[in-house]
């Protein structure tokens, strides 16, 4: 009988975005899990990718807010810009009535 050896659990697969000129790295699953544009952008239907960075032609500061709020739920408002203004510039709407911002709205 030959030996169990259990498989090594999945490695998360890692994408890296170029955003505005500004590189970041994240998890496929933290992108797509509530972000329809990332579920298209990453299925390969659109032809976005330069090497193995994915470009998004976003404000890189505004970004990061939108990666920190993807991965808990809570993002801060940058300080040169308003709620309103913050909600606007994301690649997914708010719902209507929420606030998903750790800073009241």
Known sequence: ???????PPARPRLVRLNVGGTVFTTTESTL?????????????????????????????AHFAAVLQYLRGGLASVPSNLTPAGFVASRLKPAPTGTCPFAQPC
């Open 32 to 60: 797509t899990k509530e972000s329809r544009y990332f579920a298209a952008l990453l299925s390969g239907e659109y032809n976005d990718r330069q090497g193995d960075e994915v470009f998004v032609d976003r404000d890189p």
């Open 1 to 7: 009988m030959l030996p169990y050896h259990p498989m």
